[in-house]
């Protein structure tokens, strides 16, 4: 079955550390994937996308990067800090339905 | 900001009723995707319109359907409401280029069904 999966539903990290968020997925071919953040009551905000053929983007103290041979994505923060504090879905194409599969994201806390 | 507005932010409904959400586009976008999103998950796809017209369609009963007018605007329609339909509901626009297709999501309607 197809299946899009993230590390862990919370990761705690002290300030000024870097944060690393994983997103698997099974039996998917996207032709890119994105990460959004998504704070409490709100819709998610777009942060990166990456396409099939790219291994790594950068932006900012954002990293993300896409194997499409272990079926995986990293998503690093650099120098969290606590307004990085939300939850991070990871978001792949399926190009054929026209539709974004999200995962179910993880809650990121970053302590001062 | 992204520009996308949806409307109303929350709403309260009773079993078997009938519930319409609206959502206006990001200016110039002519692509509304329309999602569920239960407490702990990430968003589920329920369709999306292009141009008016249907573009898709995720795993939804017929009883989830939709309208785009032409000036992008968009409502989601949600007849016989059941317990399990209390979520929140966003949509995002966008405006599909090769190559990629960015979502800029609205705040959501928080549905409540009793």
């Known amino acids: 079955s197809q299946k899009i999966e993230q590390n862990s539903e919370a990761l705690n990290i002290q300030e000024g550390k870097t944060a690393t968020l994983t997103c698997n997925y099974t039996?998917?071919?996207?032709?890119?994937l994105q990460w959004y953040r998504q704070d409490p009551g709100r819709g998610p905000v777009f942060l990166l996308l990456i396409r099939e053929n790219e291994k790594e983007k950068r932006k900012e103290r954002l990293k993300v990067t896409f194997d499409t041979t272990l079926k995986q994505s990293l998503f690093h923060i650099t120098a969290s800090q606590p307004a990085d504090s939300a939850t991070y879905l990871c978001?792949?194409?399926?190009?054929?339905?026209?539709?974004?599969?999200f995962g179910a994201g993880t809650r990121l806390t970053v302590k001062p | 900001e992204t520009g996308v507005t949806q409307s109303p932010t929350h709403l309260i409904k009773t079993r078997g009723q009938q519930v319409t959400l609206r959502c206006s586009s990001q200016?110039?976008?002519?692509?509304v995707s329309w999602y569920q999103q239960a407490l702990g998950q990430g968003p589920q796809f329920i369709f999306q319109?292009?141009?008016?017209?249907?573009?898709g369609r995720g795993n939804f009963p017929p009883r989830f359907s939709g309208l785009q007018f032409p000036n992008y605007s968009s409502e989601l329609n949600v007849n016989a409401l059941e317990l399990d339909d209390s979520a929140l509901y966003l949509c995002?626009?966008?405006?599909?280029?090769?190559?990629?297709?960015?979502?800029?999501f609205g705040p959501g309607t928080r549905l409540l069904v009793l």
């Open positions: 978001a792949l194409d399926i190009s054929s339905d026209n539709d974004m599969r």
């Open positions: 200016s110039g976008h002519n692509t």
């Open positions: 995002a626009s966008s405006l599909p280029l090769a190559g990629g297709e960015t979502q800029y």
């Open positions: 039996n998917y071919s996207p032709a890119y």
């Open positions: 319109y292009y141009r008016e017209e249907e573009n």
